[in-house]
């Protein structure tokens, strides 16, 4: 005897239910009672969610901004300030290789009248300077510099130990102007790429009165070459010292 048509949905919606009931049974036990590296949760071992010990991912930890230690604007003509900034990731095994950052420079009443965007790398637990030439002002006068880093900035475990450049024979010549040069040399074996070097002049008092900068492509590991930073006018303020900030970022970590 056939089964009536109310029979036949009930039987159906009773598979239907106890299919529903299996599937979720067996999701219930891959995400709680066995834990993956994707679940959202710090088990199994793992050092931080979802990695560390028996996940792929490593984990970053706790993530330090990018600090500024000083920025300055410095005259070089009419309406045109280079500006030169020093900075420091104190992050001690995190890297980025794009960070963006934004030169802002106001008057004496606190009024932006000029900025200029670019990017940089962050090398780990390593101070470093940032310059920016010829930034237009028209008429104003920037009173002082500000230097923001973006926020979104992407994070990683550094791979290697960043190369090791020394920066041997500096001289200062005013004798043609303005000029000073130096040996960058690159104690590592592994090449340096991407060298960024900054030299900066200070006054007696300690503050920034000129900057510039160069850069190389690669400095093969054991390696040297001579690097120069000339102006072309005479220096506002009086010279006491100069100083070379280089760093570079490392073959491996590409």
């Known amino acids: 005897m056939p089964l009536p048509w109310t029979a036949k949905k009930q039987i159906?919606?009773?598979?239907?239910?106890?299919?529903?009931?299996?599937?979720?049974?067996?999701?219930?036990?891959?995400?709680?009672?066995?834990?993956?590296?994707?679940d959202g949760r710090q088990n199994q071992k793992e050092q931080g969610v979802d990695c560390g010990g028996p996940c792929a991912k490593e984990c970053l930890g706790e993530i330090k901004d990018l600090v500024v230690l000083w920025s300055r604007p410095v005259k070089i003509a009419d309406g045109k300030y280079d500006v030169v900034a020093l900075a420091e990731n104190r992050n001690l095994k995190l890297r980025s290789g794009k960070v963006g950052y934004v030169f802002k420079l106001y008057d004496e009443r606190n009024i932006l009248i000029a900025s200029r965007e670019g990017s940089t790398?962050?090398?780990p637990g390593q101070k470093f300077a940032l310059f920016e030439e010829a930034v237009s002002t028209g008429a104003r006068v920037p009173a002082r510099a500000y230097l923001e880093?973006?926020?979104n900035i992407k994070w990683e475990l550094a791979k290697s130990e960043p190369p090791s450049l020394v920066v041997t024979g500096?001289?200062?010549?005013d004798s043609r102007g303005p000029a000073v040069s130096a040996i960058i040399a690159n104690k590592s074996l592994q090449d340096a790429l991407n060298v960024r070097a900054v030299a900066v002049i200070y006054d007696f008092d300690g503050n920034a009165v000129a900057g510039s900068a160069t850069v190389l492509e690669r400095l093969k590991g054991g390696a040297s070459e001579e690097v120069f930073f000339t102006w072309p006018e005479i220096l506002e303020g009086e010279r006491d010292s100069e100083e070379i900030f280089v760093r570079a970022e490392?073959?491996?970590d590409f």
Request: net charge positive; charged share 10%.
């Open 121 to 123: 790398f962050a090398n």
């Open 250 to 252: 490392s073959a491996s």
């Open 12 to 38: 159906t919606f009773l598979l239907f239910f106890m299919i529903a009931a299996i599937s979720a049974g067996i999701f219930v036990f891959l995400r709680v009672t066995a834990p993956t590296c994707f």
């Open 170 to 173: 500096k001289n200062y010549d």
């Open 149 to 151: 880093f973006g926020k």
